[in-house]
């Protein structure tokens, strides 16, 4: 049961009602996340704008969608992995690429090492050396798309601790949380 009220769209401010319509139509649902977030309609539209501000970046969806799996899994936040693991699917991940992602892992070098750098990112809460951004560069990524990337993980752990600190009940497919070794 979740720690703080889940807005209801139908009964709730004007200004609340558009956004979470927009939601709506983006999802074909209203997910519970963004009911939670709806009671400060300022982080809501903090939230759904940076949503639709990295979507139309340069990185690619799939890689969105990873380094969200990836930060989920580390702060346990059940329910952005099992969110994120469906959008990942439908942005064209396969189950194994998800899967392994949620361990910042990729069969393919340059996004392990995007991965590799959105949890040292996470890890070091910002923390990372000039050796740490020089690797993510020296693995093909320029200048905006490393930018990009930290944006990823900031809005991600944005989700993660809504989620953990209010106890959002997961609306999405489940999706195991695995410990770090």
Not at 18 to 29: C, E, K, R, V
Not at 70 to 84: F, G
Not at 95 to 117: I, P
């Amino acid at each position: 049961m979740s720690r703080i009220a889940l807005v209801d769209s139908q009964s709730t401010t004007a200004d609340r009602q558009a956004l979470l319509s927009q939601i709506h139509g983006a999802f074909g649902a209203t997910p519970n996340m963004f009911k939670a977030v709806a009671n400060s309609p300022a982080a809501l539209k903090s939230m759904w704008g940076s949503f639709g501000a990295l979507a139309g970046g340069v990185i690619p969806a799939k890689l969105g969608e990873q380094i969200a799996v990836a930060v989920a899994n580390r702060n346990a936040c059940e329910y952005c992995l099992a969110a994120h693991t469906a959008l990942g699917r439908k942005a064209g991940a396969s189950a194994e690429e998800m899967s392994v992602a949620q361990d910042g892992k990729s069969a393919d070098a340059k996004t392990a090492a995007a991965l590799r750098f959105a949890l040292q990112l996470v890890d070091a809460r910002g923390q990372v050396s000039a050796a740490d951004v020089q690797a993510v560069r020296a693995a093909g990524f320029n200048d905006q798309e490393i930018v990009e990337i930290l944006a990823h993980v900031a809005l991600n752990l944005f989700t993660n601790y809504v989620n953990v600190a209010f106890a959002v009940p997961v609306d999405f497919p489940a999706v195991q949380v695995r410990r770090s070794a």
